[in-house]
């Protein structure tokens, strides 16, 4: 039997244990608070931000949302950030991607105080990861590493296939999978587009994490008998709903289901960590800027 692991059902367990401590920084007098920047009018990015924000409010934790016109300078962004770096109660910064093309987005994210950078993008906290000395695990592969987990899967001396290489996703997994710690201890392939036969490096892992942007380009004769599959990818295809569209994942669920032993589903999988994920970095970002403790 096929397991297929609740991003949902983890997702709400690991809120509610940030809602906890929340609530425990609130009775030391410190009220988490993160601080959204949009500055575009893309539809899928809007929507990212308000799923955020409602998060907050369910979380305990106090969103400040601004939205700035895709035409601004963007010194105006560098400034708004300046703003928020100063703001003793604002201790997470995300500003959402992708920034307009006139704002170089490299510059946006240095400029972001490493200790509010609850994205965990900042070069610091990066190279904070690659060195085994986390502060903040970026959102998606902290959330894959809490799936792995709480569906019981050992990645320890596992053979492990990340597909994509992106900074966000595909590079952070990796350097997770690979550190001396729990949750690492994989022997890890990153590919990607130059690839030469991504099927017989899929076929050869214990544990594939597919996030290429591709629509179910992993299929079931890629994988290994009993593998675990981790489905990162959200794509629109155009299918003939209300909408005019559905989401697939970067995997064929059918087909890949029939030969692995534990798989995420889409939607219901990875998306719900994302932002369960965030909610914890910007209260152990409270945390570590007010010195109270509350072992996260
Ligand atoms: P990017 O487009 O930044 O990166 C995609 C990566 O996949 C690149 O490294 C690219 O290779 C590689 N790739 C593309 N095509 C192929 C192929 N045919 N074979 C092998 N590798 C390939 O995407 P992101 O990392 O930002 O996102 C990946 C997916 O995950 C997207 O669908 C995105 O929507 C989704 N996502 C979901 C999140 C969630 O919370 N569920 C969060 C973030 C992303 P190369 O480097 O050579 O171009």
Do not use: W
């Amino acid at each position: 039997m096929t397991t297929i692991i609740d991003g949902n059902e983890i997702a709400d367990r690991i809120r509610a244990d940030v809602s906890d401590c929340a609530a425990r920084l609130a009775d030391e007098g410190v009220t988490p608070g993160l601080a959204t920047v949009l500055m575009s009018d893309d539809g899928a990015s809007e929507t990212y931000v308000s799923m955020k924000q409602r998060a907050c409010e369910e979380t305990g934790i106090e969103g400040i949302h601004r939205v700035l016109d895709p035409d601004a300078s963007a010194e105006t962004l560098l400034q708004q950030i300046d703003d928020f770096n100063d703001d003793p109660s604002v201790h997470g910064i995300l500003v959402q991607m992708p920034v307009p093309d006139h704002v170089d987005s490299q510059v946006v994210l240095e400029r972001i105080d490493p200790m509010k950078d609850v994205d965990g993008f900042h070069p610091e906290n990066v190279g904070r990861v690659v060195t085994g000395d986390a502060r903040y695990k970026p959102c998606t592969p902290h959330g894959i590493q809490k799936l792995l987990e709480a569906a019981d899967v050992e990645t320890e001396g596992k053979d492990a296939v990340v597909v994509g290489r992106s900074n966000i996703v595909g590079k952070p997994m990796a350097n997770l999978l690979v550190q001396k710690a729990p949750g690492g201890n994989a022997t890890t392939t990153v590919c990607h587009s130059r690839t030469d036969d991504l099927a017989e490096k899929t076929r050869a892992a214990d544990v594939v994490i597919a996030a290429a942007g591709v629509p179910e380009m992993i299929t079931g004769d890629m994988l290994s008998e009993g593998c675990t599959v981790i489905d990162v990818g959200v794509n629109r295809v155009d299918a003939d709903t209300e909408k005019g569209y559905e989401l697939v994942g970067d995997v064929e669920f059918e087909s890949a289901s029939e030969k692995a032993d534990a798989i995420t589903p889409v939607p219901g999988g990875v998306g719900p960590m994302t932002i369960a994920m965030l909610m914890y970095n910007t209260v152990k970002a409270a945390s570590l800027q007010s010195g109270v403790d509350v072992d996260l």
